[in-house]
């Protein structure tokens, strides 16, 4: 069983900083791939980074974002600076990963989902 465990998310004042973090935990072989998705109210969710053989950014997505992955931990980061009201929303981390060398192919998780809310 892997669950993806976020935490970071909370309410800041326009101009802060966050780092929401995710942790995939359970039995895990290889990671292939972890991202973050964003969440708006009332829209679908979408892509905003992932790292894996290499680090994408959408094209969407500002400078004020960094994603970043420590293999040791199973774990992925997204820095996110000079916060904007704009960025409220709920952010899920995302892994494709395989839980033993018989897995022919990666499975998709999610997280449950934290929420940053920036007051202007």
């Known amino acids: 069983q892997v669950q993806l465990v976020e935490s970071g998310g909370r309410l800041v004042q326009a101009g802060g900083s966050l780092r929401l973090s995710c942790e995939a935990a359970?039995?895990?072989?290889?990671?292939?791939?972890m991202g973050w998705y964003r969440q708006f109210p009332g829209k679908q969710r979408e892509l905003v980074a992932g790292?894996?053989?290499?680090?994408d950014y959408v094209d969407s997505v500002s400078r004020r974002f960094t994603i970043s992955r420590d293999n040791a931990k199973n774990t992925v980061y997204l820095q996110i600076n000079n916060l904007k009201p704009e960025d409220t929303a709920v952010y899920y981390c995302?892994?494709?990963?395989?839980?033993?060398?018989?897995?022919?192919?990666?499975?998709?998780?999610w997280g449950q989902g934290t929420q940053v809310t920036v007051s202007s």
């Open positions: 995302s892994a494709q990963l395989r839980t033993s060398s018989e897995d022919l192919y990666a499975r998709t998780y």
């Open positions: 359970g039995t895990i072989f290889r990671i292939n791939w």
């Open positions: 790292t894996g053989d290499k680090t």
